[in-house]
């Protein structure tokens, strides 16, 4: 998408780049080691309740597109089976994907509601877009759904949330002062047959006891990038995918060229993701955060393997519950009185630390009396158009996806500099020995772009 203003609905040269000055302090804001979680903070020159959600017509949503990607094919039609939800602006970098996903809305529509975007900026400032699907890169996510919370538009954002700990509490302080229904995309607590809802409630219950050690199974760190430059062919903004990440030539592998089947391998690169370890840490380390009732909160200490090990890391938080990367399924939750293993497909309980023991279907039953009982959405999509219309939080806001990115991008930190660390959630810092050296990974240097 070029990154040439053009102003929508009247919107002035003046407020746009006033907007977009506020999204860069916001993206790169630091952390105050004062800061109080009641009241996040925000950049400076942020008027908190300056703009808040404006309240729907009849109902009827319109949403802009920013990245029409394969996850975009793989979600769009879950807002679409809502008949009172239009797609109306699709943005993209290369040229050929933001076409196909304006065809498959008329193929779906047929009433030529979709339109090509000039950029995501056009995207936000359209007066007709009520909410705004960030579905780009990693590295791209905090620009778009800062400015769209600014100016009052909800956002369903793609996990993970963040590229960095600083970027995404400035998402969260942006969401909570534009008052706006803020869902992250991860699915896990919608979707696939509610298994991960059963296990994070049963958790909650004390269906397992005290737990004692969760595994999480999930991938390596990141690694710096080493593709080969490739010659730049047209219909991609090569500066525009780059946006904040280091100056470099054109790689297929990172952008594929027109309408791709798979998911690239940018999410490898620590210059724009945070490795396999956040990519679908955002979705089983945020399993374990919930289950925990950590949605607001983290760990305390963060252990990395002496051994130079990619898994094996160890959090620790404050009542003394081990997490660690590295197990036999997506999470496993280790109790006193019992094991629940929980996967995309898989999903048993049973009344011991061993694997081979029977099951115990017991522990995995549905509430009873005054259990707690956690939803159960029938799609992530449809909690975030219910929260809109309700007014309600749905049940992955901001906070909770900041909170889910952080751990992972600790676990990063910890695996960078290989050194026993202290984290402080309520400041969000890092504490005591070698806390210097890890507070200034938090936040990142973004490179200057259009």
């Known amino acids: 998408m070029s990154h040439a203003f053009h102003p929508a609905g009247g919107a002035s040269r003046r407020e746009f780049l006033r907007t977009s000055a506020l999204v860069t302090a916001a993206a790169t804001v630091g952390l105050g080691a004062s800061r109080a979680r009641s009241e996040p903070s925000l950049p400076a020159n942020t008027t908190r309740n300056a703009r808040l959600a404006r309240p729907l017509k009849n109902g009827r949503l319109q949403i802009g597109v920013v990245g029409w990607g394969i996850r975009a094919r793989e979600i769009y039609g879950f807002f679409l089976d809502d008949p009172n939800v239009e797609i109306v602006a699709i943005a993209d970098v290369v040229d050929a994907r933001a076409a196909e996903g ?64 600083a970027e995404g509490r400035a998402i969260a302080s942006a969401a909570r002062a534009g008052g706006v229904r803020f869902q992250v995309g991860s699915q896990q607590r919608s979707e696939y047959g509610h298994m991960f809802v059963r296990a994070a409630e049963a958790v909650r219950n004390g269906r397992i006891g005290r737990v004692t050690r969760i595994t999480i199974g999930v991938g390596a760190p990141p690694k710096s990038c080493d593709l080969p430059d490739e010659a730049l062919p047209p219909g991609i903004d090569w500066d525009g995918w780059l946006g904040q990440a280091p100056e470099r030539g054109f790689s297929s592998v990172l952008c594929p060229i027109g309408v791709h089947r798979n998911y690239p391998a940018g999410r490898n690169y620590r210059e724009y993701a945070n490795g396999g370890l956040a990519d679908m840490g955002a979705h089983h380390f945020d399993i374990a955060q919930w289950a925990l009732n950590m949605d607001a909160s983290g760990p305390r200490e963060v252990v990395p393997p002496p051994d130079g090990a990619v898994t094996g890391l160890r959090f620790v938080y404050p009542n003394g519950v081990e997490m660690i990367h590295g197990g036999p399924t997506d999470c496993t939750f280790i109790g006193d009185e019992g094991t629940i293993e929980v996967s995309r497909g898989h999903l048993r309980a049973y009344r011991s630390s061993d694997r081979t023991a029977p099951d115990a279907p017991e522990i995995l039953a ?84 259009r």
């Open 366 to 449: 549905e509430p009873t009396g005054n259990e707690l009982r956690l939803p159960r959405n029938s799609s992530h999509a449809a909690d975030f158009l219910s929260a809109i219309r309700e007014g309600r939080d749905p049940i992955c806001t901001a906070e909770t996806g900041h909170r889910t990115a952080t751990v992972c991008q600790l676990a990063n930190i910890g695996y960078a500099l290989r050194q026993p660390l202290v984290w402080n959630a309520a400041n969000e810092l890092f504490e005591g020995a070698n806390a210097s050296t890890a507070n200034a990974l938090v936040t990142r240097t973004a490179r200057k772009h």
């Open 102 to 165: 304006v065809r498959l809305i008329e193929e779906r529509r047929k009433n030529g509601s979709a339109r090509l975007a000039l950029s995501w900026r056009d995207v936000v400032a359209d007066p007709a877009v009520d909410a705004v699907i960030v579905t780009t890169h990693d590295a791209w996510h905090a620009e778009p759904a800062i400015a769209a919370s600014l100016a009052g538009k909800h956002v369903y954002c793609e996990k993970p949330l963040s590229l960095t700990i």
